[in-house]
T-cell receptor, first 112, second 112 residues
Framework: SQTIHQWPATLVQPVGSPLSLECTVEGTSNPNLYWYRQAAGRGLQLLFYSVGIGQISSEVPQNLSASRPQDRQFILSSKKLLLSDSGFYLCAWRGQVYNEQFFGPGTRLTVL | DAKTTQPPSMDCAEGRAANLPCNHSTISGNEYVYWYRQIHSQGPQYIIH???NNETNEMASLIITEDRKSSTLILPHATLRDTAVYYC?????????????FGDGTTLTVKP
């Protein structure tokens, strides 16, 4: 069966520090992958999506970037974090039959 | 993707049916209705989806009106563990790289 992993689970970083969040998927090949951010008490904001290795589409202008170095690996990065980057970051992949999305456990990022 | 409207919050007594409404008056003919839920501090979980016929699975039932402008997610016997934010999303199956727009959803509180 398919599983999705994210790490770390929680992260506290100072303003101006770099960021790297990793997402890996098992049990599927060539999935569409997505990065979302969720502010406290709000819905999910789509940040990036990828339809294949090296293919990244950005949904909103921001301080973050994404990369997909391998088929089942999706990385979210920043060179210098801002306070506004705090939030709950979720990675997801798209099911190939019904187009539903399956989410990872998320990373809670606090920028101080 | 069509826009959806959901009430911000609802309460339900444990053991009773929870009926969560969603309006999607601008839905187009090839768009499906998807429901997800998010338990506190976890990633969203896919529940069910449908096009025009009513659907049922082990988690819930989905009732879509004949004109498809609204739908209702039914949890037949709500338990305390069903307390979560429920998201209604409308999207084509294979359009737009599978991107989904998650609004603020409905916070369902199941009370003993």
């Amino acid at each position: 069966s398919q599983t999705i992993h994210q790490w770390p689970a929680t992260l506290v970083q100072p303003v101006g520090s770099p960021l790297s969040l990793e997402c890996t998927v098992e049990g599927t090949s060539n999935p569409n992958l997505y990065w979302y951010r969720q502010a406290a008490g709000r819905g999910l904001q789509l940040l990036f999506y990828s339809v294949g290795i090296g293919q990244i589409s950005s949904e909103v202008p921001q301080n973050l970037s994404a990369s997909r170095p391998q088929d089942r690996q999706f990385i979210l990065s920043s060179k210098k974090l801002l306070l506004s980057d705090s939030g709950f970051y979720l990675c997801a992949w798209r099911g190939q039959v019904y187009n539903e999305q399956f989410f990872g456990p998320g990373t809670r990022l606090t920028v101080l | 993707d069509a826009k959806t409207t959901q009430p911000p919050s609802m309460d339900c007594a444990e053991g009773r049916a929870a009926n969560l409404p969603c309006n999607h008056s601008t839905i187009s003919g090839n768009e499906y209705v998807y429901w997800y839920r998010q338990i506190h501090s976890q990633g969203p979980q896919y529940i069910i989806h449908g096009l025009k016929n009513n659907e049922t699975n082990e988690m819930a039932s989905l009732i879509i009106t004949e004109d498809r402008k609204s739908s209702t997610l039914i949890l037949p016997h709500a338990t305390l563990r069903d307390t979560a934010v429920y998201y209604c999303i409308v999207r084509g199956v294979n359009t737009n790289a599978g991107k989904s727009t998650f609004g603020d959803g409905t916070t369902l509180t199941v009370k003993p």
